[in-house]
């Protein structure tokens, strides 16, 4: 495929145009092709598309643009990581193929500048009209940039074309082009010349004069130096040089002092030169990440190492973003730093941005300069200031992604995050020399987690253990471990340096609705927070919830691992929990705290009860206002949700106990335990249940010691604790007896006849499914009927009993399909499989299996997955099928490996006999 992009935005498949109706989709198509084989975000779409104030619905629009344009392209546009790819080289697009061939035209010059110009004038027939015509005006900047390309690429072809005496030939197109752009003084020099060699050095005057009036009434100006000196060896009549000779220039060289010791990065360093010999037009907005990263050290590091690249000099400016001042950079005062240090003089300088922008660019239209913009607030600030010579390269840094830059600019995004083990250790070892480090290698691992791989805080600890020679690595360590007082520990009394000091500079930006999200996030355990949990916590609705945590999330003060899923480092916890102590008081955070634990309780009740219809259920009345629940439609959504929030569960139950919600911490520790029996996470679920027994016992609510207390005996069968298992349900079935709850203590039973089963005590484990059915039967529990049913059935089978335990567990799957229990179902084929394997009847076994394997996947129910597949594998072998065993077997092995089961080597074993 062909993609045309120098005049209409147009697609090729060979000789065929391929249909691209709407501007909106020509926009998309064209915000593609600049940018060929790599991610552009659905953001940058937009911006491509809306240049400013995009409607709601502009994320909705753009994904159905790209799947017109699909229907269009077929798999030329594909996804990677939630972000479009257009699948096609540089050379599949004309403005590609364009520069890479201005690019070996400048390569050529050296040798062959009649060559060379060739070479360009051929790239130049590729233009059919202004580039990028017909789409929405979000890419009108980069319709300029290619414009300033192409004109450049052109003086420069006719430049060789006057070194080798062609200066007749060029007069007609260069005053054609004067005529359009009469304050291009480069342009204007050419037709000088051009006029003067061709005997016309009247006219050649005649321009200068023109030139004159122009600036003097448009700019108040006068035309540059260059331009001047070639007027006055022209009225000298003098050999007139091939093109005007350059006056001898102000070289800047405004780089700060290399960064000393710099270590890590390498990746980045790798990217960010690969892109430099590309030898296109490269803005690097998103050397970009969170405070104290590194970004500044990357940038001037790399700097310094390609600065031979560019003779013309290396620009600098500490835009001051995030600054503790507060008061950013404005362009035009960046603008006339850079003015000044390439040596205008301070007369020539017009008074407006606009005007100061384009003598700016004017500047550096024939210059190879690197341009270092350090810490960026945001596009805004940076558009003024980037050059419009393709010779040129800008290294923007920024806490901002500066999106907009990406998509209309063409920016390439280089992001920096937190160091690598490796990396930090290495940091150290600059700071502190490698001899100090191997002594205390423990220390150092602590060093380096408790200051969260964060450049900075390393940089501080190092510099506080040098300062201090006698405090030892671990007694360094020791004063960081309470992350309370580890931003204290990291103040050394220069607020360049502060830790705390560099986020503030970040907090202080921010609306006043992201400040307060940003302080209440300190309340939520970690590790990381959805969008309604946040929502929850400040008590505002999803929308402005979502506005908030992104522009927290363009500050750099979280981050986004997962869509939705919002998260920041430990320092970044410990600042914001300091933030919340100062600008929230107890009553404030304490509400905070009840609404974010609503949000938890309320969907996982509603999750459990979804994944076990049957199940007991709290009666937890309404959610306190402001709260958002999260709506779960059915048990494949609720399983994915308690997938997403397993690890902020337990976090969840000890903060809850912790801050004096003992019976939200019981309540939901009893929620997820059924989840988490299945996911297998054990032997956090019984750290779950000790923290929540605790609550519950100095809370005094009986109800939820005993509930937990079975949940924690169904968690120490899992993991062959018997004894402890035993003492737990003792616990709660006298519990049970004292508030004379029947249910409890039907499941009390019935839980103790597993325990039994797992002993080989299979009569002791058949008469607690007894009593478990008549306590259930009392209570008129049908669910509980069911259950101690199949209990029953299941362990007539182990007696030998296969006939009875049939009858058993038939009536335990009817009653189960009445109460609507997928997971007693399942069970229960498991029980009649295994019923009709020891009657030998292996066809009804397989089937019966299949039945349960089929609920248990859908349930996500790993464990009984496991053991079910195992007793398919014993059928088969029964039956003769040793390699359909194997099969099943194998299945089966992977997931008792992911559990750390015992029987994962039993297995194994059995899987090492021969499969036929």
Request: net charge negative; charged share 20%; aromatic share 6%.
């Given at each position: 495929m062909e993609f045309r992009l120098l005049g209409p935005v147009e697609s090729w498949r060979g000789a065929e145009r391929l249909p691209v109706s709407s501007r909106h989709q020509r926009s998309v198509l064209a915000a593609l092709a600049l940018s060929p084989g790599r991610a552009v975000s659905v953001s940058a779409l937009v911006d491509a598309v809306w240049e400013e104030n995009p409607p709601a619905s502009a994320r909705r629009q753009v994904i159905k643009l790209v799947s017109r344009l699909r229907a269009t392209l077929g798999d030329a546009i594909t996804t990677r990581s939630g972000?479009?790819?257009?699948?096609?080289?540089?050379?599949?697009?004309?403005?590609?193929?364009?520069?890479?061939?201005?690019?070996?035209?400048?390569?050529?010059?050296?040798?062959?500048?009649?060559?060379?110009?060739?070479?360009?004038?051929?790239?130049?027939?590729?233009?059919?009209?202004?580039?990028?015509?017909?789409?929405?005006?979000?890419?009108?900047?980069?319709?300029?940039?290619?414009?300033?390309?192409?004109?450049?690429?052109?003086?420069?072809?006719?430049?060789?074309?006057?070194?080798?005496?062609?200066?007749?030939?060029?007069?007609?197109?260069?005053?054609?082009?004067?005529?359009?752009?009469?304050?291009?003084?480069?342009?204007?020099?050419?037709?000088?010349?051009?006029?003067?060699?061709?005997?016309?050095?009247?006219?050649?005057?005649?321009?200068?004069?023109?030139?004159?009036?122009?600036?003097?009434?448009?700019?108040?100006?006068?035309?540059?130096?260059?331009?001047?000196?070639?007027?006055?060896?022209?009225?000298?009549?003098?050999?007139?040089?091939?093109?005007?000779?350059?006056?001898?220039?102000?070289?800047?060289?405004?780089?700060?002092?290399?960064?000393?010791?710099?270590?890590?990065?390498?990746?980045q360093l790798k990217e960010l030169t690969a892109l430099l010999d590309r030898d296109e037009t490269v803005v690097i907005s998103a050397i970009n990440g969170t405070a104290g990263v590194g970004k500044t050290a990357l940038a001037v590091h790399w700097a310094h190492q390609i600065a031979d690249r560019f003779p013309d000099g290396q620009l600098y400016v500490n835009l001051r973003g995030y600054d503790p001042s507060g008061e950013p950079v404005q362009p035009a005062e960046a603008i006339r730093g850079f003015l000044d240090a390439l040596g205008v003089p301070a007369p020539r300088i017009p008074t407006g941005l606009a005007e100061q922008a384009a003598l700016y660019r004017s500047q550096l239209a024939d210059r190879r300069i690197l341009v270092v913009l350090d810490n960026a607030r945001d596009a805004s600030q940076v558009r003024p200031l980037l050059p419009g010579s393709a010779q040129c390269l800008t290294v923007v840094t920024s806490r901002d992604a500066l999106g907009g830059l990406i998509a209309s600019e063409g920016a390439r995004a280089v992001p920096v995050d937190l160091m690598s083990t490796a990396e930090a250790h290495d940091l150290l070892a600059s700071r502190l020399g490698q001899e100090r480090l191997d002594a205390e290698p423990q220390a150092?691992?602590?060093?380096?987690?408790?200051?969260?791989?964060?450049?900075?805080a390393l940089s501080v600890a190092a510099a506080r253990a040098t300062l201090t020679s006698m405090l030892s690595l671990a007694e360094l360590a020791g004063q960081l471990?309470?992350?309370?007082?580890?931003?204290?520990?990291?103040?050394?009394?220069?607020?360049?340096?502060?830790?705390?000091?560099?986020?503030?500079?970040?907090y202080r930006t921010l609306?006043?609705?992201?400040?307060?999200?940003?302080?209440?996030?300190?309340?939520?355990?970690?590790?990381?927070?959805?969008?309604?949990?946040?929502?929850?916590?400040?008590?505002?609705?999803?929308?402005?919830?979502?506005?908030?945590?992104?522009?927290?999330?363009?500050?750099?003060?979280?981050?986004?691992?997962g869509t939705g899923r919002f998260a920041y480092h430990d320092l970044l916890r410990a600042y914001s929990a300091g933030k919340a102590c100062e600008d929230e008081d107890e009553q404030a955070r304490q509400d905070a705290m009840h609404r974010m634990l609503n949000h938890y309780l309320h969907t996982a009740h509603a999750g459990v009860l979804l994944l076990?219809?049957?199940?007991?259920?709290?009666?937890?009345?309404?959610?306190?206002?402001?709260?958002?629940?999260?709506?779960?439609?059915?048990?494949?959504?609720?399983?994915?949700?308690?997938?997403?929030?397993?690890?902020?569960?337990?976090?969840?139950?000890?903060?809850?106990?912790?801050?004096?919600?003992?019976?939200?911490?019981?309540?939901?520790?009893?929620?997820?335990?059924?989840?988490?029996i299945r996911a297998g996470h054990w032997r956090q679920l019984v750290a779950t249940q000790l923290v929540a027994i605790a609550a519950a016992e100095r809370a005094g609510e009986p109800q939820g010691q005993a509930w937990c207390l079975r949940e924690l005996a169904r968690a120490y069968i899992r993991l062959g604790r018997h004894a402890d298992a035993r003492d737990s349900l003792r616990g709660a079935i006298a519990l049970d007896e004292r508030r004379g709850d029947l249910v409890g203590q039907a499941r009390g039973y019935n839980t103790l006849g597993i325990v039994a089963y797992a002993q080989d005590d299979y009569q002791e484990a058949l008469e607690h499914g007894e009593s478990a059915y008549a306590l259930f039967h009392a209570a008129g529990h049908v669910a509980g009927q069911a259950d101690a049913l199949n209990a029953i059935g299941w362990m007539q089978t182990q007696l030998g009993r296969h006939r009875e335990a049939l009858r058993y567990c038939d009536e335990a799957l009817a009653l189960h399909r009445v109460v609507g229990s997928r997971h007693g179902e399942a069970d229960t084929w498991d029980s009649i499989g295994c019923a009709h394997h020891n009657l030998g009847e292996h066809r009804l076994a397989v089937s019966s299996y299949h039945n349960a394997l089929v609920l248990y996947e859908k349930l996500g129910a790993r464990h009984p997955q496991a053991d079910t597949l195992i007793r398919l594998g014993d059928t088969h072998r029964a039956a003769g099928d040793r390699r359909a065993a194997h099969d099943a077997w194998r299945q089966a092995l992977p997931i008792l490996d992911d559990l750390h089961h015992a029987d994962a080597d039993v297995l194994r074993a059995r899987l090492a006999e021969p499969a036929a």
């Amino acid at each position: 495929m062909e993609f045309r992009l120098l005049g209409p935005v147009e697609s090729w498949r060979g000789a065929e145009r391929l249909p691209v109706s709407s501007r909106h989709q020509r926009s998309v198509l064209a915000a593609l092709a600049l940018s060929p084989g790599r991610a552009v975000s659905v953001s940058a779409l937009v911006d491509a598309v809306w240049e400013e104030n995009p409607p709601a619905s502009a994320r909705r629009q753009v994904i159905k643009l790209v799947s017109r344009l699909r229907a269009t392209l077929g798999d030329a546009i594909t996804t990677r990581s939630g972000d479009y790819v257009l699948n096609a080289e540089p050379s599949q697009v004309d403005v590609g193929v364009f520069e890479e061939a201005v690019a070996e035209a400048r390569q050529l010059a050296v040798t062959d500048p009649a060559g060379a110009a060739d070479v360009v004038r051929k790239a130049l027939s590729l233009w059919r009209g202004p580039a990028l015509s017909g789409v929405t005006p979000g890419l009108a900047v980069q319709a300029t940039r290619l414009e300033e390309s192409r004109l450049t690429a052109l003086a420069d072809a006719i430049d060789w074309e006057l070194a080798t005496g062609g200066h007749a030939a060029v007069v007609a197109e260069l005053t054609v082009l004067v005529a359009d752009h009469p304050l291009r003084e480069r342009l204007v020099g050419q037709l000088m010349v051009a006029l003067h060699r061709s005997g016309r050095t009247t006219e050649a005057l005649g321009v200068y004069r023109r030139t004159h009036e122009r600036l003097a009434e448009d700019l108040a100006l006068t035309p540059g130096a260059e331009l001047q000196q070639l007027h006055v060896t022209i009225l000298r009549d003098d050999a007139v040089p091939t093109a005007p000779a350059p006056p001898s220039r102000t070289v800047p060289r405004q780089l700060p002092c290399a960064v000393a010791g710099f270590t890590g990065r390498a990746s980045q360093l790798k990217e960010l030169t690969a892109l430099l010999d590309r030898d296109e037009t490269v803005v690097i907005s998103a050397i970009n990440g969170t405070a104290g990263v590194g970004k500044t050290a990357l940038a001037v590091h790399w700097a310094h190492q390609i600065a031979d690249r560019f003779p013309d000099g290396q620009l600098y400016v500490n835009l001051r973003g995030y600054d503790p001042s507060g008061e950013p950079v404005q362009p035009a005062e960046a603008i006339r730093g850079f003015l000044d240090a390439l040596g205008v003089p301070a007369p020539r300088i017009p008074t407006g941005l606009a005007e100061q922008a384009a003598l700016y660019r004017s500047q550096l239209a024939d210059r190879r300069i690197l341009v270092v913009l350090d810490n960026a607030r945001d596009a805004s600030q940076v558009r003024p200031l980037l050059p419009g010579s393709a010779q040129c390269l800008t290294v923007v840094t920024s806490r901002d992604a500066l999106g907009g830059l990406i998509a209309s600019e063409g920016a390439r995004a280089v992001p920096v995050d937190l160091m690598s083990t490796a990396e930090a250790h290495d940091l150290l070892a600059s700071r502190l020399g490698q001899e100090r480090l191997d002594a205390e290698p423990q220390a150092v691992s602590d060093l380096i987690e408790l200051c969260v791989h964060l450049p900075l805080a390393l940089s501080v600890a190092a510099a506080r253990a040098t300062l201090t020679s006698m405090l030892s690595l671990a007694e360094l360590a020791g004063q960081l471990r309470d992350v309370r007082d580890r931003l204290h520990a990291l103040d050394i009394g220069d607020t360049g340096v502060d830790v705390s000091a560099v986020f503030s500079w970040s907090y202080r930006t921010l609306s006043a609705a992201a400040a307060r999200m940003f302080r209440l996030l300190a309340l939520h355990p970690g590790p990381v927070i959805s969008v309604s949990a946040a929502a929850s916590l400040t008590g505002t609705d999803r929308v402005r919830t979502r506005v908030a945590l992104v522009e927290l999330t363009r500050a750099q003060l979280l981050t986004e691992p997962g869509t939705g899923r919002f998260a920041y480092h430990d320092l970044l916890r410990a600042y914001s929990a300091g933030k919340a102590c100062e600008d929230e008081d107890e009553q404030a955070r304490q509400d905070a705290m009840h609404r974010m634990l609503n949000h938890y309780l309320h969907t996982a009740h509603a999750g459990v009860l979804l994944l076990n219809p049957p199940n007991d259920r709290l009666f937890l009345g309404r959610p306190r206002p402001g709260v958002v629940v999260d709506e779960l439609a059915d048990d494949e959504q609720a399983w994915q949700w308690f997938t997403t929030e397993w690890l902020v569960f337990a976090a969840a139950v000890e903060r809850a106990a912790g801050a004096g919600f003992a019976t939200h911490a019981w309540q939901l520790a009893w929620c997820v335990s059924s989840f988490s029996i299945r996911a297998g996470h054990w032997r956090q679920l019984v750290a779950t249940q000790l923290v929540a027994i605790a609550a519950a016992e100095r809370a005094g609510e009986p109800q939820g010691q005993a509930w937990c207390l079975r949940e924690l005996a169904r968690a120490y069968i899992r993991l062959g604790r018997h004894a402890d298992a035993r003492d737990s349900l003792r616990g709660a079935i006298a519990l049970d007896e004292r508030r004379g709850d029947l249910v409890g203590q039907a499941r009390g039973y019935n839980t103790l006849g597993i325990v039994a089963y797992a002993q080989d005590d299979y009569q002791e484990a058949l008469e607690h499914g007894e009593s478990a059915y008549a306590l259930f039967h009392a209570a008129g529990h049908v669910a509980g009927q069911a259950d101690a049913l199949n209990a029953i059935g299941w362990m007539q089978t182990q007696l030998g009993r296969h006939r009875e335990a049939l009858r058993y567990c038939d009536e335990a799957l009817a009653l189960h399909r009445v109460v609507g229990s997928r997971h007693g179902e399942a069970d229960t084929w498991d029980s009649i499989g295994c019923a009709h394997h020891n009657l030998g009847e292996h066809r009804l076994a397989v089937s019966s299996y299949h039945n349960a394997l089929v609920l248990y996947e859908k349930l996500g129910a790993r464990h009984p997955q496991a053991d079910t597949l195992i007793r398919l594998g014993d059928t088969h072998r029964a039956a003769g099928d040793r390699r359909a065993a194997h099969d099943a077997w194998r299945q089966a092995l992977p997931i008792l490996d992911d559990l750390h089961h015992a029987d994962a080597d039993v297995l194994r074993a059995r899987l090492a006999e021969p499969a036929a």
